[in-house]
């Protein structure tokens, strides 16, 4: 069974923090790798996307990866009180044909 | 461009009805998936469609069945309802399936309640 698996949280930050999110998989033959933002009762939308190993930046989002530890993280810079979402983190199956997602971490950023 | 549509937005069902969900893709794209999420939990596969032909299916049970249509859009069904099949559906649009930098888009989903 392919797992992806995150800390649930609640993870709470102050505005202007930077928050860590971290995810890691289990099956080695994924080589894709993303995280979705979701606020409550709306569906996930793409924020990161990455592929290589090191590091991704786009605006406040830095995506990281390793794949010899089978780990990936997110991190956001200068957190906002917009940023509170669950954040979900998916690894692509060997064929890139299905994304398997964790349980997500829920984001509180406090003002 | 418009995104990901999908309908109904709400559906009410009771125990063992049928129910037939609706996506279309963003333009452009020709892979459609469908993913279910049940609250507190992340999204989970059930199909994905290229090119009217099925490409992966994820652990459901027969009972749940899609298709693919010329356009791109896709349909998936549900028969013989259970309580457990309450659940978000969500339809995810590629270009195509499978490959590096095969970035998924999602609908908003149809939030499907069973009685």
């Known amino acids: 069974q392919k797992e992806v698996e995150q800390n649930s949280g609640p993870l709470s930050v102050p505005e202007g923090a930077i928050a860590s999110l971290n995810c890691t998989y289990s099956?080695?033959?994924?080589?894709?790798f993303f995280w979705y933002r979701q606020y409550s009762g709306k569906s996930p939308e793409l924020i990161m996307s990455?592929?290589?190993?090191g590091d991704k930046e786009d605006g406040r989002f830095t995506a990281q990866l390793n794949k010899a530890s089978q780990y990936v993280s997110l991190l956001i810079r200068d957190s906002q009180p917009s940023d509170s979402a669950t954040y979900l983190c998916?690894?692509?199956?060997?064929?890139?044909?299905?994304?398997?997602f964790g349980k997500g971490t829920t984001l509180s950023v406090s003002s | 461009d418009a995104g990901v549509t999908q309908s109904p937005t709400h559906l009410i069902k009771t125990r063992g009805q049928h129910v037939t969900l609706r996506c279309s893709p963003i333009?452009?794209?020709?892979?459609v998936s469908w993913y279910q999420q049940v609250l507190g939990q992340g999204p989970q596969f059930i199909f994905q469609?290229?090119?009217?032909?099925?490409?992966g299916r994820g652990n459901f049970p027969d009972r749940f069945s899609a298709r693919q249509f010329p356009n791109y859009s896709s349909e998936l069904n549900v028969n013989a309802l259970l309580l457990g099949d309450s659940a978000l559906y969500l339809c995810?649009?590629?270009?195509?399936?499978?490959?590096?930098?095969?970035?998924?888009?999602f609908g908003p989903g149809t939030r499907l309640t069973v009685l």
């Open positions: 995810a649009s590629s270009r195509s399936p499978g490959g590096e930098y095969n970035e998924q888009f």
């Open positions: 099956d080695r033959g994924s080589q894709s």
């Open positions: 990455i592929y290589s190993n």
């Open positions: 998916a690894a692509a199956n060997q064929a890139g044909t299905a994304l398997i």
């Open positions: 333009s452009g794209h020709k892979s």
């Open positions: 469609y290229y090119e009217k032909e099925e490409r």
